[in-house]
């Protein structure tokens, strides 16, 4: 058995949840939910070029949401005995009952039609040992050698298995994976690159070729110039790419931020070119997919921007009540004060080649990452930050040098709307909630403020 197995199984954790209801049951409840998660992860780390750190985490958890009329008590365990399981559900329970009423509760969800998505299953990334993910991290280390540079990083392999039961009739279970590779090499004068990759097959991951990107950055990146800031064309790789999403995700996509009248998204509203589309869909592979929700609610697909134009946005139960609509399966694990969010998010590709948004550039920067990204104005979707790990010269469709990283605000929504070019290719990746499967794009103007020392 490898370092994540520990037998257990969806049928398991819904089992697991089923128990939990059967003691909540007895504090006589209006409405209970239960979510049964675990979580069984390892990581190793490796500095200097050298492994220096081998860890695995299993932990189980146990959500209890317990709805008095319009009071609604949340409490959570990592037990899993009777005993434990009881005073789960006499806090849960106390805690209700001692809460304020929420005037517009509008109930547990009801249960959805929910089809399994296998795609986000896989047994080798499930069993994967120390042993594989060495081999990963080697392949990583022998291009940073290569190269002359040293190498940092990480490979993680996990598994989440989910179980959801509630009053309302809801059974759902799905089990699903995820790995990660992501090293920044250093190179002896100062030179930083970084790469990533994500899959749900720990196998599908290329360790070496992440490597050899992220080695080729150091080496091409030492002793940068500087350059005056102001408002420059950029080409924005993945992974700056994916910092965009997550930021529109979190300030704009969600219907509570709606309700709340902090967003940005409005039906019809165009906010991007016709090159930007961007979807949410839990059912695509390439998304690190999930079947339901953390309610238990089926995935939705949804449409976010369509062809630069502002479609929907994503609900859980209680914004969809606000809204007198259905959930659309995007709810986070009580007690939940951010709304719900977008997870698998995907923006459409383009057709052109990638290489070609460089090559077709005849002065511009090419921009690897962004770094230390904040919202300023989430309304307007303005952001800063800064750039890191590859920032460089492009002058006649040619990459001329590196230049010293940069600062920035600048509003995404402007950025979409300046999107000029959209590669064809496209790389799964993980975001700050969850998979993102992202092209690279050419922005025809961004707004760089200062430069930084390095």
């Given at each position: 058995?490898?370092?994540?197995?520990?037998?257990?199984?969806?049928?398991?954790?819904?089992?697991?949840?089923?128990?939990?209801?059967?003691?909540?049951?007895?504090?006589?409840?209006?409405?209970?939910?239960?979510?049964?998660?675990?979580?069984?992860?390892?990581?190793?780390?490796f500095?200097n070029?050298?492994?220096?750190?081998?860890?695995?985490?299993?932990?189980?958890?146990?959500?209890?949401?317990f709805?008095?009329g319009?009071?609604?008590?949340?409490?959570?365990?990592?037990?899993?005995?009777?005993?434990?399981?009881?005073?789960?559900?006499?806090?849960?329970?106390?805690?209700?009952?001692?809460?304020?009423?929420?005037?517009?509760?509008?109930g547990?969800?009801?249960?959805?039609?929910?089809r399994?998505?296998?795609?986000?299953?896989?047994?080798?990334?499930?069993?994967?040992?120390?042993?594989l993910?060495?081999?990963?991290?080697?392949?990583?280390?022998a291009?940073?050698?290569?190269?002359?540079?040293?190498?940092?990083?990480?490979?993680?392999?996990?598994?989440?298995?989910?179980?959801?039961?509630?009053?309302?009739?809801?059974?759902?279970?799905?089990?699903?994976?995820?790995?990660?590779?992501?090293?920044?090499?250093?190179?002896?004068?100062?030179?930083?690159?970084?790469?990533?990759?994500?899959?749900?097959?720990?196998?599908?991951?290329?360790?070496?070729?992440?490597?050899?990107?992220?080695?080729?950055?150091?080496?091409?990146?030492?002793?940068?110039?500087?350059?005056?800031?102001?408002?420059?064309?950029?080409?924005?790789?993945?992974?700056?790419?994916?910092?965009?999403?997550?930021?529109?995700?979190?300030?704009g996509?969600?219907?509570?931020?709606?309700?709340?009248?902090?967003?940005?998204?409005?039906?019809?509203?165009?906010?991007?070119?016709?090159?930007?589309?961007?979807?949410?869909?839990?059912?695509?592979?390439?998304?690190?997919?999930?079947?339901?929700?953390?309610?238990?609610?089926?995935?939705?697909?949804?449409?976010?921007?369509?062809?630069?134009?502002?479609?929907?946005?994503?609900?859980?139960?209680?914004?969809?009540?606000?809204?007198?609509?259905?959930?659309?399966?995007?709810?986070?694990?009580?007690?939940?004060?951010?709304?719900p969010?977008?997870?698998?998010?995907?923006?459409?590709?383009?057709?052109?080649?990638?290489?070609?948004?460089?090559?077709?550039?005849?002065?511009?920067?090419?921009?690897?990452?962004?770094?230390?990204?904040?919202?300023?104005?989430?309304?307007?979707?303005?952001?800063?930050?800064m750039?890191?790990?590859?920032?460089?010269?492009?002058?006649?469709?040619?990459i001329?040098?590196?230049?010293?990283?940069?600062?920035?605000?600048?509003?995404?929504?402007?950025?979409?709307?300046?999107?000029?070019?959209?590669?064809?290719?496209?790389?799964?990746?993980?975001?700050?909630?969850?998979?993102?499967?992202?092209?690279?794009?050419?922005v025809?103007?961004?707004?760089?403020?200062?430069?930084?020392?390095?």
């Amino acid at each position: 058995m490898s370092d994540e197995q520990n037998g257990r199984t969806p049928a398991d954790v819904l089992a697991l949840a089923d128990r939990v209801l059967r003691f909540a049951e007895h504090e006589s409840p209006t409405e209970v939910e239960v979510m049964a998660m675990a979580d069984d992860g390892s990581l190793t780390r490796f500095a200097n070029s050298e492994i220096h750190q081998n860890v695995a985490e299993s932990n189980l958890q146990v959500n209890l949401r317990f709805v008095a009329g319009k009071r609604v008590g949340v409490a959570s365990t990592n037990r899993s005995d009777d005993e434990g399981l009881r005073l789960l559900a006499e806090r849960a329970a106390a805690i209700a009952r001692n809460s304020e009423e929420l005037e517009d509760w509008g109930g547990l969800p009801e249960p959805t039609e929910i089809r399994p998505v296998p795609q986000g299953y896989a047994p080798t990334t499930a069993g994967a040992t120390p042993e594989l993910r060495a081999d990963g991290v080697r392949a990583v280390i022998a291009a940073a050698d290569t190269a002359g540079v040293a190498s940092f990083g990480s490979f993680s392999t996990a598994t989440e298995t989910l179980g959801i039961a509630s009053s309302k009739g809801i059974r759902a279970s799905q089990q699903r994976t995820v790995s990660q590779l992501l090293t920044v090499a250093m190179a002896p004068d100062g030179g930083s690159g970084y790469a990533e990759a994500a899959a749900v097959d720990v196998t599908g991951i290329d360790a070496a070729a992440v490597g050899r990107q992220a080695a080729e950055k150091a080496r091409a990146t030492g002793n940068p110039v500087a350059v005056d800031p102001g408002e420059w064309p950029v080409v924005l790789e993945e992974y700056a790419v994916v910092d965009i999403l997550s930021m529109l995700g979190f300030m704009g996509f969600s219907a509570l931020a709606v309700q709340e009248e902090r967003s940005f998204a409005e039906p019809g509203r165009r906010v991007g070119s016709s090159l930007v589309t961007i979807v949410d869909d839990g059912t695509d592979p390439a998304t690190l997919p999930m079947a339901f929700d953390y309610e238990g609610v089926a995935k939705q697909r949804v449409s976010l921007i369509e062809e630069g134009v502002c479609r929907d946005v994503v609900y859980d139960a209680q914004t969809a009540a606000r809204a007198g609509r259905s959930s659309t399966g995007h709810g986070l694990p009580a007690p939940n004060p951010y709304g719900p969010f977008p997870l698998n998010m995907a923006m459409s590709g383009g057709d052109t080649p990638r290489d070609q948004l460089v090559g077709t550039m005849e002065r511009g920067l090419l921009v690897t990452r962004f770094h230390y990204t904040n919202p300023v104005h989430p309304k307007l979707a303005i952001v800063t930050g800064m750039t890191r790990d590859g920032t460089f010269y492009v002058e006649d469709g040619r990459i001329v040098g590196p230049v010293r990283n940069l600062r920035f605000t600048q509003s995404y929504l402007e950025a979409l709307e300046a999107t000029s070019l959209v590669s064809r290719e496209r790389r799964t990746l993980k975001g700050d909630f969850g998979g993102v499967l992202v092209p690279a794009i050419r922005v025809d103007s961004w707004n760089f403020t200062g430069a930084t020392e390095h």
